[in-house]
DNA sequence: GGGCCCGCAGGG
DNA sequence: CCCTGCGGGCCC
């Protein structure tokens, strides 16, 4: 039984996909399987708990894999996470991460601890392509997307960083390309009557390209300047990792258009085509797309 | 699962 | 100071 706003987004999401495809000529094929960070065991459970010695490194973790997509061949499955290899710099300035993340202790954690600036176009040293995090936080400590809850990170000059978490239901990934939506256009105070303090809500108006976020992204498909790109674990997609926040690359913006929501009012919201940049790291798969209903 | 509430970073 | 925002914890 298809209701209306199915339908609606099935109709969107085969034009944004149509849209993607005509972006994917080179697209590569080679897609490794994802490697999960976490198995089975439960992870609820970190609070200041201040046993578990046995946990898996919490930092920013290196890349997993390391082929690019040129050369698959290799045969390389196991692929020890030795990707360490010569260059000291890099090796400086990963003790100094350590240094950072290992407050394990009993501190809540430090903020504001970068030692790089997340506001710069393109990558970040010493942080792969395949660089795993839990959680949003961490994520922004390692200066890949700063903000804890904001999609889009961005300036004047265009958009730092995105971050994909299946907030609109009409967005099409496919690995190489994704649409993407902007920001802006919610009402995240409530009404008067009904004040509330959210963090994310319903469309209720129009978003515009007059936001600031908005615009930075629509600079970026003017300039083609490399965004940034992590994919979180709410993101119904094949790509999207298990758990935790991934970061997947450098990606352009191709295009950048406004259209109909899928909101019941159909307020306008801004959309966006990324393209992946050539010879990156494969983008991992999992074994369940979490677009086929499998419930 | 859903609802609510909250801190925080970032920008104006 | 104010506001926003594709989190996250907690409660039910």
Avoid at 53 to 75: D, G
Avoid at 234 to 262: N, Q
Wanted: hydrophobic residues 25%; proline residues 7%; aromatic residues 6%.
């Amino acid at each position: 039984m298809a209701s209306k706003g199915e339908k609606e987004r099935a109709a969107n999401i085969a034009r944004h996909k149509e849209m993607l495809m005509k972006l994917g000529l080179d697209k590569p094929t080679f897609e490794p399987k994802e490697k999960r960070h976490r198995p089975a065991a439960s992870s609820k459970k970190r609070k200041s708990t201040n046993e578990d010695s046995t946990e898996p490194p919490r930092k920013a973790a290196r890349a997993e894999s390391s082929p690019t997509e040129n050369e698959p061949e290799s045969t390389d499955t196991s692929i020890r996470r030795s990707s360490r290899i010569r260059r000291q710099k890099t090796e400086m300035e990963e003790k100094k991460l350590l240094v950072l993340n290992d407050q394990n202790d009993s501190e809540p954690r430090q903020t504001g601890k970068r030692i790089h600036d997340p506001k710069v176009f393109g990558s970040i040293p010493g942080i792969d392509v395949g660089a795993w995090w839990e959680t949003r936080e961490a994520c922004s400590n390692d200066a890949i997307h700063a903000p804890w809850v904001g999609g889009i990170s961005g300036g004047k000059g265009g958009a730092y960083s995105v971050a994909l978490s299946g907030g609109y239901e009409d967005d099409v990934d496919l690995g190489y390309a994704f649409t993407y939506t902007g920001s802006g256009g919610r009402d995240l105070k409530g009404t008067k009557n009904n004040p509330k303090n959210l963090r994310t809500a319903p469309q209720s108006s129009d978003q515009t390209f007059e936001d600031r976020t908005n615009k930075a992204l629509q600079r970026s498909s003017e300039t083609k300047k490399p965004v940034r790109v992590i994919r979180g674990f709410k993101l119904k997609s094949k790509y999207a990792p298990s758990e935790g926040y991934r970061y997947d690359g450098l990606y352009t913006i191709e295009k950048a258009w406004m259209e109909k929501g899928l909101n019941p009012e159909g307020y306008l919201v801004c959309k966006f085509a990324f393209k992946r940049l050539p010879n990156q790291p494969p983008l991992p798969v999992r074994d369940t797309d979490p677009t086929e209903e499998t419930d």
